[in-house]
Structure formats: structure tokens, C-alpha cells
């Protein structure tokens, strides 16, 4: 689908050539001459991008901007602001309002296109990580940032650094954010393990861009590093250097002449817009976990173990090898819920499930299979290692009472059914060890609980 541009300028002419060089990049544009016919077409039509003109017959382009980022149906499309007035002040002002961008006239074309396209991927990603965490159900991501905010942590990347720490000295009476003053391979060289910024204020090299241009790469592609925020501190004039710079990764890039109070202003914007996306990400990541975690003993679920179970069984059949299943279930749990409440009940579910931890091997499988039945996957076992592994659970749950909230203490047994699959057992998949293994339990049941029945295919 092609991405929507809608070009705000009073002025026809202005208009027309927009729309040309937008049409040769292949974006769609909508136009409009005033800001209350920009701010009715951009409701309706919810364009990717806003180009908007400062000086407009009608109110400020600062004033339309502000009413866009106020109303719910348009404050996440990204406006871009154009003027040919070079005025610090209302481009404070501009950004102050909600822009993304105010860029002075003339504008160098491919910068321009390049800023386009950061911002309108910008927003997509933002917008799928939302619809994923929507979908996830998980209300992290839309918890208000109320109260205390602590202060971010920026680091200023200058080749010489007496630049670095005049930069600093100035950021620092216009935020209450921590600075710190790193090179190029300290900043390489950051380790997810331990601090690290959230926003990166890289100091172009003019001499050497390739330095700066292998920076922001190398920050991007590193685990450590690839989520900060990267802001380049640019000469006005490196059209092309800054355009490459964009496409690689850079989230903003701000004008070397800039005054502090600008830069202090777009390393906010970034550092809030870097917030939200860390906290749209553990969201998505809380969410992906609930989804695959049975949420009270902490164990897998059966929607995840099913796959996992598919693929174990391919593997060892690939390999020659085999692996034990088995099915464990409370004896008598009714008993407990009703004598004791439910609350109990839990309870063991919840220390049942520790000890199936304690006992598992790495790369065993254990999940909740539902209610009070479990299920154990191990690969690369043999039937005794297996039957000797299903004793020694059902000992381990057999042994100790569980200790319950009110100081009570209530015995638990358990009975397992064992079933042997893999290669060169004849089993045609995992559907049918699951009721071998399940018929074993059903043995087990009868034949008066807390013991472990093998199934007649596996013995």
C-alpha cells in the first residue's frame, strides 16, 4: 500500500512541486491551502505524514500542529514543518507544539525524502508493536506515566572531546537528565549487561563521515545498543551524509548550530518516545509469555507443549533416538479442593510444580496440561533411565507435605503414566504416545494410585 502524504501550503505553486517530487518517491499526496482545511482532511483521511507550511493565511502552523497532536484521531501522524523564515524561536516553538521536524528553506531534496521515510517507518513500527500488544491483551503499554519520572541517560559521543564536554556543560543546565562522555569504541564496545544510555548523542565527524556513518551502523546492529535512541549533531550543509545517516538508523538529526534549549528539546522528545517503545516491548513480551505459560504454577502450557512435543518427537526420529513421555495426576485432588477450598488447591498445584522443576533435566519439557495433570517430556532417555526418573518425582511429591497458607499440612500423591517414543519405536506420532501414556495413567489409577505404570508399547 502506498503511504499518504498530505502537503499543507498556501501557496499553489509550492503545492504542485511537492506533489511532484513526492509522486516521483511514489507516495500519494492530498493537499490543502489552509490549517482548519488540513486539520478536517487529516481527521477524514488519516494520512502517514503530514508536510506542513509555518506560515499559513489562516493560524500558525505551530497552532495547527498543537490541534492535530491534541486530537486522538490524528496525534500520531508525524508533521514536518517547513519555513522560510531561519527563526530559532518559532522553530522552538514548532517542535514544542508536536513537530518531528522543521526544516528551513531551501530544503535539500534527498535529506527531505530521507527524514520522510525515518518517520513514516517510525510510526509503522510503533503502530504494529500496538496492534500486537492490543491484540496480546496486556495493559502495560497503556498504563499512564504518572508520577515520578526518573532522569534519563544520554551519552555524548565526540571525537575530540573537549567538544564533547563544551556540548555537555550547556545540555546540562537545560535538563535534569545524566550525562556522560564516551568515543567511538567505548560506545561499540557497551554490553547488554550493563549500563547502558538511553539516547546517544553522536557528534558528526565533518572530516571523517564514514567514522560517523560506521558508528551509527555498528549501534544498531549490537544487541547492547540496537534500542537507544541515536541523535546525530550535524552540519546544516551534509545533505547527503544526513539523508544516509536516516536510512541507517539515526532517529533524529539535529543541527550543529542548534541552541541548547533545541537540542534539549529534540533529546527529550526522543528520550519519551524511546520510553514508550521499551515499555510497548515488555508488554509485547509479558504478553508472548502469558500466552505460552500456564499463570499459576509458572509452568508451560498445553498450547505451547503440543508444538514442542511435535518437534521433540521429529528430532529424536531424525536422530535415532528416544525419549520419554509421561503423565502425571494428582490423586484424589477433588478431595482437596473440597475438604480444604480452592485456595488450597492451588497451593499444591503451585509446590507440585517446584518440584517437577527440581527434577527436570536442562532441555526437559514440563507443562500444565490442565486442571491437576502435567505432562513430562525427556529426551535421549532410555526406558530404565526413564522409569527411575518417574520414581524418583513420585517419591519427591510422595515425601513432604504440602505446607498451606493457614499452617496446615496436606499429603499429595501422584500417579504417572510412562510411554517410550522416538526411533525405532513404531509410535506413527506424538498424538498417539500421548494416549499410550494416558492409558498407562488410567492403569495406574486403578490399580490404586501413587505408583508409575508403563505402557505395554514402551515395556
Keep these: ?52 507550511e509555518v506560515e499559513l493565511p489562516d493560524m500558525d502552523g505551530a497552532e495547527v500542529c498543537a490541534k492535530l497532536k491534541n486530537d486522538p484521531a490524528t496525534r500520531d501522524i508525524p508533521v514536518v ?21 522543521v526544516f528551513w528553506k531551501p530544503v535539500d531534496d534527498s535529506l527531505l525524502l530521507a527524514r520522510l521515510r525515518s518517520l513514516i517507518r517510525a510510526r509503522d513500527s510503533e503502530a504494529q508493536g500496538q496492534f500486537i500488544d492490543t491484540a496480546s491483551s496486556v495493559s502495560a503499554f497503556d498504563e499512564a506515566a504518572t508520577g515520578y519520572t526518573p532522569p534519563g541517560h544520554i ?44 539516547v546517544f548523542l553522536v557528534v558528526a565527524d565533518p572530516g571523517r563521515p564514514e567514522t560517523t556513518l560506521r558508528l551509527l551502523s555498528d549501534l544498531r546492529s549490537r544487541p547492547a545498543t540496537r534500542h537507544c535512541a541515536i541523535c546525530l549533531l550535524v552540519p546544516r550543509l551534509a545533505g547527503s551524509v544526513a539523508a544516509i545517516a536516516l536510512d541507517l538508523g539515526a532517529d533524529d538529526l539535529i543541527d550543529d548550530a542548534a541552541a541548547p534549549a533545541e537540542i534539549a528539546l529534540r533529546l527529550s522528545a526522543q528520550m519519551s518516545r524511546k520510553r514508550r517503545a521499551d515499555r510497548l516491548r515488555h508488554s509485547v513480551a509479558d504478553g508472548l509469555r502469558l500466552a505460552m505459560t500456564d499463570p499459576l504454577t509458572g509452568l508451560h502450557n498445553r498450547r505451547y507443549a503440543l508444538p514442542k512435543l511435535e518437534a521433540l518427537d521429529k528430532a529424536a526420529r531424525a536422530n535415532g533416538r528416544c525419549y520419554a513421555l509421561m503423565l502425571l495426576d494428582l490423586d484424589r485432588f477433588k478431595t482437596i479442593n473440597d475438604s480444604l477450598g480452592h485456595a488450597a488447591g492451588d497451593a499444591v498445584l503451585v509446590e507440585v510444580a517446584e518440584r517437577l522443576r ?18 513430562i517430556a525427556a529426551p535421549d532417555m532410555s526406558l530404565a533411565s526413564a522409569r527411575a526418573m518417574a520414581e524418583r518425582i513420585r517419591h519427591t511429591i510422595e515425601e513432604g507435605p504440602v505446607l498451606l497458607a493457614d499452617g496446615r499440612h496436606v499429603r499429595v500423591t501422584l500417579s504417572i503414566g510412562l510411554a517410550m517414543g522416538g526411533a525405532p519405536l513404531p509410535a506413527p506420532g506424538i498424538g498417539d504416545l500421548i494416549e499410550a501414556a494416558d492409558r498407562a495413567l488410567l492403569r495406574a489409577k486403578t490399580r490404586g494410585r501413587n505408583q508409575v505404570t508403563i505402557g505395554r508399547d514402551a515395556a
Design 1 to 52: 500500500m502506498t503511504e499518504r502524504i498530505l502537503i499543507v501550503d498556501d501557496i499553489a505553486t509550492n503545492r504542485i512541486v511537492l506533489k511532484v517530487k513526492l509522486a516521483s518517491a511514489f507516495y500519494d499526496t492530498l493537499q490543502a491551502a489552509t490549517g482548519a482545511e488540513a486539520i478536517a482532511i487529516a481527521r477524514q483521511a488519516r494520512p502517514d505524514l503530514i508536510l506542513l
Design 81 to 101: 514543518m517547513v519555513t522560510g523564515r531561519q527563526d530559532h524561536a518559532r522553530r522552538i516553538e514548532a517542535l514544542r507544539a508536536g513537530a518531528a521536524e
Design 155 to 198: 551519552a555524548i559521543v565526540a571525537p575530540p572531546r573537549a567538544a564533547g564536554r563544551s556540548l555537555r556543560d550547556e545540555l546540562v543546565r537545560t535538563t535534569a537528565d545524566r550525562f556522560t562522555l564516551i568515543d567511538n569504541t567505548a560506545a561499540i564496545g557497551l554490553s547488554a549487561n550493563g549500563p547502558v544510555p538511553d
Design 358 to 375: 527440581a527434577n527436570l533435566r536442562p532441555g526437559d519439557i514440563a507443562a500444565r496440561f490442565g486442571g491437576e495433570e502435567f505432562v
